[in-house]
T-cell receptor, first 116, second 108 residues
Framework: EAGVAQSPRYKIIEKRQSVAFWCNPISGHATLYWYQQILGQGPKLLIQFQNNGVVDDSQLPKDRFSAERLKGVDSTLKIQPAKLEDSAVYLC??????????????FGPGTRLTVL | LAKTTQPISMDSYEGQEVNITCSHNNIATNDYITWYQQFPSQGPRFIIQGYKTKVTNEVASLFIPADRKSSTLSLPRVSLSDTAVYYCLVGIYSTLTFGKGTMLLVSP
């Protein structure tokens, strides 16, 4: 079974530039998550999709971050404009369904973003 | 949301059993306890999940006392490759929150 795919793996941009990350979840997984992981910290949930609808985006900085999941499969996360503090690893995860308790999340390798 | 407390770091030697305890005093009735493992430059990986008593799989065991206010992840006979950060999460699907985790260092 193929895992969660993310691209690019690394990205270096200057502040105020824009950047986009792409995620392809495991086939058949209805739920997709985007996390931000700053060095030395645990992942922080940015947004959760159930199919192509948003379930939770309470921690997404909506003035600069946006995400979409068209057709309930692939997803893109965009930052515009980027700030220095956005330097982090952006992780995508997917799970089979949004059911409680036993819904295991499968993570991709992440995209390491450096903002100069 | 239930908050978790776990040690920042632990040291062990190859072949030893490692027990990492997580405190979650305000766990809710419907909450599950889930542990993830993360290696450098990789995304977290699911290890084990439980609701009460004991759960065992091919990788680890999870011990949960009757009051469910804590849980212990047990790794039998660790090897160098078990060096990683281990996260304890309490909640149900979208309410899961990662803390800083426990950095386990296994030495020869």
């Amino acid at each position: 079974e193929a895992g969660v795919a993310q691209s690019p793996r690394y990205k270096i941009i200057e502040k105020r530039q824009s950047v986009a990350f792409w995620c392809n979840p495991i086939s058949g997984h209805a739920t997709l998550y985007w996390y931000q992981q700053i060095l030395g910290q645990g992942p922080k949930l940015l947004i959760q999709f159930q199919n192509n609808g948003v379930v939770d985006d309470s921690q997404l900085p909506k003035d600069r971050f946006s995400a979409e999941r068209l057709k309930g499969v692939d997803s893109t996360l965009k930052i515009q404009p980027a700030k220095l503090e956005d330097s982090a690893v952006y992780l995508c995860a997917s799970s089979l369904a949004g059911g409680p308790g036993t819904d295991t999340q499968y993570f991709g390798p992440g995209t390491r973003l450096t903002v100069l | 949301l239930a908050k978790t407390t776990q040690p920042i770091s632990m040291d062990s030697y190859e072949g030893q059993e490692v027990n990492i305890t997580c405190s979650h005093n305000n766990i809710a009735t419907n909450d599950y306890i889930t542990w993830y493992q993360q290696f450098p430059s990789q995304g977290p990986r699911f290890i084990i999940q439980g609701y009460k008593t004991k759960v065992t799989n091919e990788v680890a065991s999870l011990f949960i006392p009757a009051d469910r206010k804590s849980s212990t992840l047990s790794l039998p006979r660790v090897s160098l490759s078990d060096t990683a950060v281990y996260y304890c999460l309490v909640g149900i699907y979208s309410t899961l929150t990662f803390g800083k985790g426990t950095m386990l260092l296994v030495s020869p």
